[in-house]
């Protein structure tokens, strides 16, 4: 018996060292977890994997894979599968993101007319949210005395959060929607001038 969980024990060992080699690859690494489930049909030793995904495509492709599972009752008997499934369920995902179809922006295929109209949308959206995120500072500073550069970066990450939802909705990859922050940054800078953006004043000052 003592022979047979060490022998278990060593293989989840090795099977953690060839999860940790697979996440140190340079190419888009598969984050591997080797967990024990109790009280479903899942019930045993579960290895995951799983690929950051940067699209709601790469997302949907890896939905239903990179699961294995060994029940309690044969994980002494199968302790030696589980090195391999390691590489089983990260080959599978890799495969499943690389096979996902790109994605496509909706406004990378819409008449002109639909795209002056886009244009239009985006700056009458920009206008009402700075203008509802600025009512809620104010309202904020008169109530407590939170410092106004936190009201700044707060509105940051809760546009940063929209966006993020915005963006799978429409089907927006990771690579757009970081060029389309960083153009937004580059432009507020430039607009700024050399040396004013230092000085202009936070949202909620």
């Keep these: 018996m003592t022979d047979e969980v060490t022998s278990v024990g060593r293989a989840i060992a090795t099977a953690l060292d060839r999860a940790e080699q697979l ?3 340079p ?3 598969a984050r591997v977890r080797i967990m024990t489930v109790f009280g479903d049909d899942r019930s045993g030793l579960t290895i995951n994997a799983r690929i950051a995904a940067r699209s709601p495509a790469e997302l949907r492709a890896q939905e ?3 699961t294995r599972c060994i029940p309690w009752a044969e994980l002494d008997a199968r302790a030696g599968e589980i090195v391999g499934l390691v590489d089983e369920v990260v ?3 890799t495969l499943a993101v690389r096979d996902a179809p790109a994605t496509q922006r909706p406004s990378h295929s819409e008449t002109d007319v639909e795209i002056e109209g886009f244009g239009e949308l985006v700056d009458e959206l ?3 949210l700075t203008g509802v995120a600025m009512a809620v500072l104010e309202s904020r500073r008169k109530t407590n005395s939170l410092p106004p550069p936190l009201g700044s970066e707060a509105t940051m990450l809760a546009a940063l959060k929209l966006a993020a939802l915005a963006a799978c909705t429409a089907n927006v990859g990771l690579s757009d929607a970081q060029d389309e922050l960083r153009n937004a940054i ?3 800078l430039r607009k700024a001038g050399p040396g004013e ?3 202009r004043p936070v949202l909620n000052s």
């Design 23 to 25: 996440r140190r690859l």
């Design 27 to 29: 190419d888009r690494p």
């Design 64 to 66: 239903g894979l990179g």
């Design 91 to 93: 080959r599978e995902v």
């Design 126 to 128: 920009r206008v009402t």
């Design 186 to 188: 580059t432009d507020v």
């Design 197 to 199: 953006y230092m000085q």
